[in-house]
């Protein structure tokens, strides 16, 4: 039998899971996270072997889902410094690269930035012939003082041979990693020139968590093709990270939502995931999570990720419940008050049920049944104030919900997480409540899944091309680079295709497209 | 009510730090559209850092021979947040502009205070050490070159520049408004589709007569309290109506929402259900580009030229017409427009009519008053003893 493992490194909780080849779950643990270092995994995957019952040899993958790059740029710790080359000039010098970012994020990743002649129009015409001297020249300035090389061509996504040839002199040049825009990011200069050097930045922060990664491994006998989750639910090869760490921040809410998909088997449903504190609630379109309009900010700069859409909302199974006095503040005929705050990882001493002082969102859907702890008999609360408390709660969930939904039709709902039951099991506007076995690990499980997906996009003058054309072509890059990331392509499939018009041109639109496949 | 940080005095000096608030107050003057502020901020706070802060003039502060200077980008948004303005494209096309007209530039005037064209004259003035107007032409954002002030006074675009990245310049005359978006539409496609521009170039004597007075104050003033720590998010939407003297619409959610493109522009219609005190009732709101009609229950609330912005409920931030989707809870609310907009040929310029809806156009407080006779949910904020049109038209007198 083959089997996979699939680890979540969460800021609390280390989840491991392991799926066999049907991706049926076969065991799954919880341990706190002790370190964000590969090597803290080493504890889950022990036990997490030993709850399975399989041999280390029969483990073919492991996937992991990390916070780790997250946290590096949050925290600013780690991150190699970046040289940049904008191929734009004369062009956009009016907003050079870095302009905007906070004072410590730029002291830890800026190195030196040149904005050179060359890049493209909307139209693939070129803004400049690329300054090849003058990159070579750059790239001369920035030896010994980057770790990494950022390329970042004016309308790349259109026609990238600038980036190509200025990320081979620079690579040449220094020998160090390089990252190109096109790889990383969509229309958006700023945007995608901060995702690109973040990109930069991360690649020596991951290949220490990939290496530490493969060492816990190791030692375990395991001899397994190792991936990472990225943000957009699908997994790519340990090679491909190395490459694209950026990629990896988001995969937690989305790992969760992939998850749930799967122990649920359904793939258009809404996914609400009730923690400690908050409920976390994501779109599922086609098993993958809805993507975000916004644009993402990513340690206080602005990229064009897209990020899973998920709202949040202070509804947890520690949610203290206040009004009639009871659980804090408010007496007699205050109006019922659940949150924003909660008792967190204190509930099991502080909450009603636990012998605790605290009215709690558990508490309260122990009263009305819905909740059984075993040893843990209900409080004894006023009825009336149960009865109110249940109603705020279905109150806040249906309108949570409600504002998740993609049209006013019903939709079934995924119920997972550690406070699930919290929620009511009936809800104004949805078809159904679905709560799948081993909810309360839907993040490892997304993290194993095994779908690898790519993404293209590019801009057409629908005067030079037909649109049909555009599209085939774009379909054709997505594939590819499923592929390339590792998808077997006899299963790769386009997920989704969206043409966008641009405003103020007529007969110009932008295509877009994902392909997701197995792993291959 | 708590005050928001920032006072009403006018602005007088402009510095980094105002930029984020006039940012996103020109996104609620954008009233959906206008373009993505972020880099005419980026842009403007540079210029700032290198260059000083900016002078401010009061429209009747204007030296009646001075030449005053609308400047701004022209095209595709998705062009211009990819191929951004070179460095030195703002002064070239001052430096045309003055060699065509043989004149000095006096002062520096945004054209539109919605969305990002109201930063980058901000970023041109840093950059020549020169004064901006506290005015601007529209008092709002509309999509087409000659949907401005002069135009409604029967100027004429006169000198008109346009430069690129490339240094191309090009300094036209067209006969009229019509004629100078034709011109510029081409020009500007294939300078890649985004440029500057600098048209209706007038002494301040015409400025003083046209521009609508106190936008950049009151687009700082908007961002203060859409921003301002010193107000809860629940407040921050009834402060700026009181400070305006605009009407709260509509609660509702969306419930569905259509978009279809036509000639390069975005049409498209929404509909909302109420929420609140505003459960019983629909709510529809037409846009292109901007939003630029709404009805409640099948009557009209408000309609162009007057502004219609709609705001996320929780927080009081302006949302567009290319992020507003399904199940959004906003709050839709209306200003009046400067009374320039209600003459005869302000409505023939930028009324229903010209796009397309086929309503007459009547004041949003006439329409409020009406509502609120009606049925008591649709309330007028106005400040105590004050009504709306007294508001803007002492505000009219101050500037002209």
Not at chain 1, 106 to 111: E, H, S
Not at chain 2, 68 to 76: H, N, S, T, W, Y
Request: with cysteine; charged share 20%.
């Amino acid at each position: 039998m083959n089997y996979r493992i699939g680890i979540d490194v969460g800021g609390t909780n280390t989840d491991a899971i392991v799926l066999d080849s049907d991706r049926k779950v076969v065991a799954s643990i919880k341990t706190p996270t002790q370190s964000h270092s590969g090597d803290g995994v080493a504890a889950a995957i022990d036990e997490v072997l030993a709850a399975a019952a399989i041999a280390p040899g029969e483990v073919r993958a492991a996937m992991l889902g990390t916070t780790h790059c997250t946290n590096a740029i949050v925290e600013r710790r780690g991150l190699g410094r970046v040289g940049v080359l904008r191929l734009g000039g004369p062009a956009t010098t009016a907003v050079p690269p870095f302009e905007g970012w906070p004072e410590d994020l730029r002291a830890a990743v800026a190195g030196p930035a040149f904005v050179i002649a060359g890049g493209n129009e909307f139209d693939g015409r070129e803004i400049s012939a690329l300054d090849e001297a003058g990159v070579r020249a750059a790239a001369e300035a920035m030896r010994g003082k980057v770790d990494a090389v950022a390329v970042v061509g004016v309308f790349s996504p259109v026609a990238d041979t600038h980036e190509l040839r200025a990320a081979e002199i620079a690579a040449e040049v220094l020998g160090v990693p390089v990252s190109r825009s096109v790889e990383i990011g969509s229309i958006g200069l700023l945007e995608r020139e901060n995702a690109t050097i973040l990109n930069a930045a991360l690649i020596r922060t991951l290949g220490d968590m990939a290496a530490g990664f493969e060492r816990a491994l190791a030692a375990h006998g395991i001899d397994a093709d190792i991936y990472f989750g990225q943000n957009d639910g699908t997994l790519m090869r340990l090679e491909f990270a190395l490459r694209y760490p950026v990629f990896t921040i988001g995969c937690g809410p989305t790992n969760s939502i992939r998850g749930a998909s799967h122990l649920s088997g359904v793939s258009d449903a809404l996914v609400v995931d009730i923690g400690g504190t908050t409920t976390d609630i994501g779109v599922l379109v086609g098993g993958f999570p809805r993507q975000s309009s916004r644009a993402a900010e990513i340690g206080g700069i602005r990229t064009n990720f897209r990020m899973p859409d998920v709202l949040s909302v202070g509804l947890g199974g520690g949610t203290i419940v206040r009004g009639h006095g009871r659980g804090g503040v408010g007496a007699g005929d205050a109006p019922i008050v659940l949150g924003p705050d909660s008792v967190g990882y204190r509930i099991a001493t502080e909450a009603l049920a636990f012998g605790g002082s605290t009215l709690t969102a558990t508490d309260i859907a122990m009263a009305v049944g819905r909740l059984e702890i075993a040893g843990r008999a209900a409080p004894a609360l006023d009825p009336e104030l149960v009865a109110q408390a249940d109603q705020a709660i279905r109150e806040l969930v249906e309108e949570a919900i409600d504002q998740m939904k993609p049209s006013a039709a019903p939709v079934p709902i995924v119920l997972v997480g550690g406070g699930a039951r919290v929620s009511p099991e009936s809800l104004a506007g949805v078809s159904e409540v679905i709560r799948p076995e081993h909810a309360g690990a839907a993040n490892a499980v997304g993290a194993a899944l095994g779908d690898v997906a790519g993404q293209a996009e590019q801009v057409f003058s629908l005067r030079e091309t037909s649109r049909q054309q555009a599209v085939e072509l774009v379909r054709g890059d997505a594939i590819a680079r499923a592929v390339e990331a590792g998808a077997d392509p006899e299963t790769v499939e386009v997920l989704t295709l969206e043409e966008l018009p641009v405003a103020y041109m007529e007969d110009t639109v932008i295509v877009r497209a994902r392909a997701a496949g197995r792993l291959g | 009510m708590k005050t928001a940080a920032h006072g009403s005095a006018p602005l007088q000096t402009i510095t980094e730090a105002d930029i984020d608030d006039i940012a996103i107050g020109a996104a609620v003057l954008g009233t959906g559209g206008g373009g993505d502020p972020h880099v005419g901020s980026l842009h403007a706070k540079r210029a700032i850092r290198l260059h000083g802060d900016v002078p401010v003039l009061r429209v009747d502060e204007l030296d009646p021979e001075g030449l005053v200077v609308p400047v701004g980008m022209i095209g595709a948004p998705s062009v211009s947040i990819e191929r951004i303005a070179g460095a030195e494209e703002l002064g070239r096309a001052l430096d045309l502009l003055e060699q065509g007209t043989g004149k000095r530039v006096a002062a520096i005037m945004p054209i539109e205070i919605g969305g990002g064209n109201s930063l980058i004259p901000i970023a041109a003035a840093a950059e020549r050490g020169l004064p901006i107007v506290d005015g601007d032409a529209m008092g709002r954002a509309f999509p087409e070159a000659q949907m401005v002030t002069f135009h409604l006074a029967g100027y004429g675009p006169g000198a008109t520049v346009l430069v690129d990245a490339q240094g191309n310049a090009v300094l036209s005359y067209p006969v009229n408004g019509a004629w100078s978006e034709r011109l510029a539409r081409v020009l500007t496609f294939e300078m890649g589709g985004s440029a500057t521009m600098i048209d209706y170039a007038y002494p301040g004597a015409v400025a003083r007569e046209c521009a609508i007075p106190g936008t950049l104050t009151m687009a700082r003033e908007i961002g203060g309290m859409l921003r301002s720590s010193e107000l809860r998010d629940d407040e921050r939407i009834g402060a700026m109506l009181d400070r305006l003297g605009g009407f709260r619409l509509f609660d509702g959610k969306v419930t569905e929402i259509e978009r279809a493109v036509e000639g390069g522009f975005t049409r498209g219609r929404a509909a909302l259900a109420g929420t609140g005190a505003d459960r019983a009732s629909q709510f529809e709101l037409s846009f292109q580009n901007e939003m630029l009609l709404a009805t409640r229950d099948g009557e009209v609330a408000a309609v162009t030229p007057d502004l219609i912005a709609v705001l996320d409920q929780a927080t009081g931030h302006p949302i567009t017409t290319e992020t507003l989707r399904y199940g959004a809870r906003v709050t839709v609310v209306a200003f009046p427009c400067h009374p320039q907009w209600r003459s005869e040929r302000g409505i023939e310029t930028a009324g229903p009519g010209y796009f397309g809806y086929d309503v007459p156009f009547t004041p949003v407080e006439t329409l409020a008053a009406r509502a609120a006779a009606l049925v008591a949910p649709a309330v007028p904020v106005v400040p105590a003893g004050s009504t709306v049109s007294a508001t803007l038209a002492a505000r009219t007198e101050a500037g002209a």
